[in-house]
């Protein structure tokens, strides 16, 4: 289908105001494009055993073309109802394999013509992988021999993907249950041709419940109808000859897991009554466990409705949750269930309590262990060993234990008890793999743990690889990187005994490939992938993480970046753009901390103002802009002091450098960073312009909470209204450029917010330009959209910044 499309630009800037502006697509400047319109590398994935390499490919943007296909918004889903698979979808157009000791890489042969895969998914052997492929008609499963890298198709063009991943290997590896569209399925209704046969009525029964604003609810009874028929699937057997066995009949079925060892299947189901007020997965479910001939074994949950939830992040509804297999033993559940009612504002001296239940199910569940906040996750290891994780969001704090889960008191030992927003504390992430049942469980080797950290601290980032022992309770570092002109990433373990490890380094001109490190011989590095540099024009460009303080005393930081061919010694006065993202911390210790990496490779793209560097202009990126509140205070008590707060200390730094004219100076974000933006324009005089993107600026029409807030508009309304630019519209004067997505699927950022926020500064003479990116949700995609939104950043700028 080929699309034709004109941009909607309104403007009240200059000669123009009052205007609307019709206008076709445009491409950035020759050296932005350059850097825009680029090969992606492929994706990696590997087999457990480190023998073989899948190699996806895909392209770096998608076309118009793409987003422009018919689409169904249900209850949170948004598919595409001729081929039954989210509308959103980014597919993979060619897949390679390769064996890690060769560097030939082996084309699959037998693909679709055209491919558009997705869902990919290695056996439980890792000799096959699964895929979908959509067609114009609809989704087909696919498999390929990863030995003789061929594919062959399994199943014609109905498969149900409407809600998410529609397959999941056997353990025999022989066989895939398959979700398939019911032959007799109705046809779509139309609520625009249908005339209705009553009003749409909703009733409250008193109790509080403060939801969010989510997008895409049911609205009438044709959504209802439409959305059991689109999710309604039958669950098929279907063997790698592509014979098809019905396993269970049409149901709406949510998830299906198998037990460890293959033998008992838990399916959970969405049941009825539906909800205009929340998304599907607070609709009422079902989850029953059958053996594999389809026979229940029995009901082991049913969820009833949940629009009403106690307020606050730590705060989760009644019941059992969380409910899953037990990945070291053959078919045991795992469970938890809040013991304070669910609410975060009751006090308890055990928020939450994990119960294991052993199939068939015909004894009680037993107690596992109470955990005093709220239960985080678990981690298995085997008969005697676990790790337990429990947190708290207003405290911040998170904790780690050590359990022994086969006995009735398994004494959990505290082995992590820190905040969870302090980087430099972090004991990093226990080593997992696969065991006998395909399962990942904590790797013990001579009763130790690992642990891979991201190493954070105050001097840079060095990442490591701690021995933790089982019989001490303390840590032993086997290794840690120590690179200062590159930057680790260590991934896994390989071998504890040699002391293999995957790992991935890159550097600020280098792109990030795969490696084999032997931490006992610490120079012995292996390459494994060659993926080169996309972006030569910027090699060269001077990078460096900058450190420098709030008047408060807050350390902050930001990745700063000089134009390209700039001389550091002339110092010519530059232009200089931020881009930033605001985030919410307890305390100022958390605050401060760096997570920046100088030598992370310099990849740019739309979510960023790194392109810039090529026309001249000076960039601060992801420059922090911490919002604290300590004790009892709350960190929007105090909201716009501290942005402003922020961006003058930013613009300080940079001009200590001597670097910038600080009379040209631009503020840009997205989402929250855009509410940023607009703020800082409204409240300070630091910015000569600003760009804002798919943001929200009227608080009061998010009224239950929004990004990190709990409370709600009626309990401090002077927050909410100070928070909002809608609100202070008559304040803002600056140049800005609104830029949205004219389908925004993301809860609070409606389009609805940059239009009503546009209106309000065009009636009130402010220098405002508004862009709508057809077809756009609130993560940009378009190859079409992206180029136009490079070419209307690059005009603004140079039009209010630079000249």
Not at 295 to 322: Q, Y
Request: contains cysteine; hydrophobic residues 35%; neutral net charge.
């Amino acid at each position: 289908m080929k699309l034709k499309v004109t941009l909607l630009l309104f403007l009240s800037i200059g000669f123009a105001a009052f205007a609307q502006e019709n206008l076709t697509y445009q491409k950035p400047s020759k050296s932005i494009l350059e850097l825009a319109d680029f090969d992606r590398a492929p994706s990696v994935s590997m087999d457990t055993k480190k023998e073989y390499m899948l190699l996806s490919y895909r392209n770096t943007y998608k076309s118009l073309d793409e987003l422009n296909q018919d689409e169904l918004r249900l209850a949170g889903l948004r598919i595409n109802p001729t081929t039954n698979i989210s509308s959103s979808v980014t597919y993979i157009n060619n897949i390679k394999l390769r064996k890690l000791k060769d560097k030939n890489e082996i084309q699959v042969s037998g693909l679709p013509a055209e491919p558009r895969i997705s869902n990919l998914s290695w056996s439980p052997n890792e000799k096959k992988i699964a895929f979908s492929h959509t067609t114009n008609a609809g989704v087909e499963l696919w498999v390929v021999d990863v030995v003789t890298a061929k594919a062959s198709k399994l199943t014609e063009a109905k498969v149900n993907a409407n809600l998410g991943n529609p397959f999941s290997w056997y353990n025999d590896n022989e066989s895939i249950l398959v979700k398939m569209i019911p032959a007799n399925r109705p046809a779509m209704l139309d609520a625009k041709k249908d005339l209705p046969t009553g009003p749409i009525v909703s009733n409250s029964d008193g109790k509080k419940s403060q939801n969010r604003t989510y997008p895409d609810l049911l609205k009438n009874k044709n959504d209802e109808t439409n959305f059991e028929n689109f999710i309604t699937a039958e669950l098929y057997k279907v063997n790698l000859n592509g014979n098809a066995t019905l396993y269970k009949g049409a149901d709406m079925y949510a998830g299906e897991d198998f037990s460890s060892d293959g033998n008992y299947l838990l399916i959970t189901t969405i049941q009825k009554p539906f909800s205009y007020i929340v998304p599907l997965n607070r609709f009422p479910q079902k989850t029953v466990v059958y053996d594999l001939s389809g026979k229940e074994i029995k009901v082991v949950n049913e969820v009833p409705l949940n629009e009403v939830m106690p307020k606050g992040f730590s705060s989760v509804r009644t019941g059992k949750r969380s409910m899953r297999w037990r990945n070291d033993k053959p078919a045991t559940l795992a469970y938890t269930e809040a013991l304070d009612g669910g609410d975060q504002g009751v006090k308890a001296e055990f928020r939450d309590e994990v119960f294991l239940w052993d199939a068939p199910f015909d004894n009680a569940p037993t107690s596992l262990v109470k955990t005093q906040q709220r239960f985080a996750g678990l981690i298995w290891g085997d008969e005697n060993t676990a790790i337990v994780y429990d947190s708290w969001y207003d405290t911040r704090n998170t904790k780690t234990y050590l359990i022994n889960p086969s006995t009735n008191n398994p004494n959990p030992k505290v082995i992590s008890d820190r905040n969870s927003q302090d980087n430099y504390s972090d004991p990093g992430n226990f080593e997992t793999f696969k065991n006998q049942y395909g399962k990942k469980v904590l790797a013990i080797e001579n009763n130790n743990l690992f642990l891979i950290g991201d190493g954070f601290t105050k001097n840079g980032q060095f990442p490591f690889i701690d021995e933790f022992s089982l019989k001490t309770l303390k840590t032993n570092r086997l290794y840690t990187s120590t690179y200062t002109d590159k930057k680790e990433d260590l991934l896994s373990i390989e071998d504890f005994k040699k002391g293999d490890v995957l790992v991935q380094i890159q550097s600020k001109n280098d792109y990030p490939n795969y490696y084999f490190r032997n931490i006992k011989q610490k120079n012995k590095l292996t390459q494994i992938t060659d993926f080169k540099n996309p972006f030569e024009s910027i090699k060269n460009v001077y990078k460096e993480v900058i450190k420098y303080k709030r008047k408060d005393g807050v350390e902050l930081s930001g990745t700063l970046y000089l134009p390209v061919g700039y001389d550091k010694v002339k110092k010519e006065k530059m232009p200089l753009l931020i881009w930033a993202y605001p985030a919410e911390y307890k305390d100022k210790n958390s605050a401060g901390q760096v997570t920046q990496n100088p030598n992370e490779f310099t990849f740019p793209y739309y979510g960023s103002f790194v392109y810039w560097v090529t026309k001249g202009y000076v960039v601060l990126d992801d420059a922090a802009f911490p919002i604290i509140g300590e004790g009892t205070t709350e960190p929007n008590d105090t909201f716009i002091p501290q942005l402003v707060a922020n961006a003058e200390a930013a613009i300080d730094a940079v001009d200590a450098l001597g670097y910038i004219d600080r009379k040209k100076v631009a503020i840009g974000g997205h989402s929250y960073g855009a509410f940023m933006t607009a703020n800082l324009l409204t409240h300070c005089n630091l910015f000569a312009c600003g760009i804002a993107r798919s943001g929200a600026y009227n608080r009061t029409l998010t009224p239950f909470g929004f990004q990190r807030e709990q409370r709600n508009y009626w309990e401090v309304p002077e927050v909410y209204n100070t928070m909002s630019p809608f609100m202070n519209a008559e304040k803002m004067k600056t140049p800005l450029l609104l830029v949205h997505g004219e389908a925004d699927n993301n809860p609070g950022t409606f389009t609805l917010q940059t239009e009503r926020y546009y209106q309000a500064l065009n009636g009130l003479g402010a220098p405002v330009r508004m862009v709508l990116l057809p077809k756009e949700v609130h993560g940009y995609a378009a190859k079409e959209n992206i180029l136009h939104l490079l070419w209307e950043q690059d005009q603004f700028l140079e039009k209010y910044l630079k000249k």
